[in-house]
């Protein structure tokens, strides 16, 4: 079993949909839960961050941590056509470990 | 500010030839990350400075690979000799601290490497 596990989609929603982006992890001890960006020919770019289980909201994202189950998501409301992207989670154990652990990603299409 | 900077964008080669990436981080950034990212995966990391020394490079081929931070500034990863499977593309990445959620990590464009 991979540490981290991603659907890689592709995932096609039409514009103004809410979409559902979603990682299970095996290692109890990643605290530190990231989503990431990543455009097309582009470098991944840090969308939110989570510490602790619970929700986290950002405008149109939001992301939620259920460290019972291993799971974390990541939410977008009223998407965008510019929300088509490649979305990674990536998880840290902190306590002196600099490591990120990457998901595979999931390409997001949004259709106008 | 201006972002990492990375060079080449692209590059072929054939294997067993050598190749090097050349990465600049945001000015003021003491960490320094190389990333691995293979077509329809996740970024992995290869190796991580601070400042001007190694803090990881546990994943890092070392029979063919090599990285180096010269004055804690700019990098460079060489890969000698070359694999088929080493064609990916390679992120640099750098961070104000030292790269947990509290310090992110800004990524570059990445070199594509096509080795044939």
């Known amino acids: 079993q991979k540490e981290v596990e991603q659907d890689p989609g592709p995932l096609s929603v039409p514009e103004g949909a809410i979409v559902s982006l979603n990682c299970t992890y095996s290692?109890?001890?990643?605290?530190?839960f990231m989503w990431y960006r990543q455009y097309s020919r582009k470098g991944p770019e840090l969308l939110m961050y989570?510490?602790?289980?619970g929700n986290k909201e950002d405008g149109r994202f939001t992301a939620q941590v259920d460290k019972s189950s291993k799971y974390i998501s990541l939410f977008i409301r009223d998407s965008q056509p510019s929300d088509s992207a490649t979305y990674l989670c990536?998880?840290?154990?902190?306590?002196?470990?600099?490591?990120?652990?990457f998901g595979k990603g999931t390409k997001l299409s949004v259709i106008p | 500010e201006a972002g990492v900077a990375q060079s080449p964008r692209y590059k072929i080669i054939e294997k067993r030839q050598s190749v090097a990436f050349w990465c600049n981080p945001i000015s003021g950034h003491a960490t320094l990350y190389w990333y691995q990212q293979i077509l329809g995966q996740g970024p992995k990391l290869l190796i991580q400075?601070?400042?001007?020394?190694?803090?990881?490079d546990s994943q890092l081929p070392k029979d063919r690979f090599s990285a180096e931070r010269l004055k804690g500034v700019d990098s460079t990863l060489k890969i000698q000799p070359a694999k088929l499977e080493d064609s990916a593309v390679y992120l640099c990445?750098?961070?104000?601290?030292?790269?947990?959620?509290?310090?992110?990590?800004?990524f570059g464009n990445g070199t594509r490497l096509t080795v044939t």
């Open positions: 400075f601070q400042n001007n020394g190694v803090v990881d």
């Open positions: 990536a998880l840290n154990s902190g306590a002196g470990s600099y490591q990120l652990t």
């Open positions: 989570t510490y602790s289980s």
């Open positions: 290692n109890s001890a990643f605290q530190y």
């Open positions: 990445a750098s961070s104000l601290g030292k790269g947990t959620a509290g310090s992110p990590l800004h």
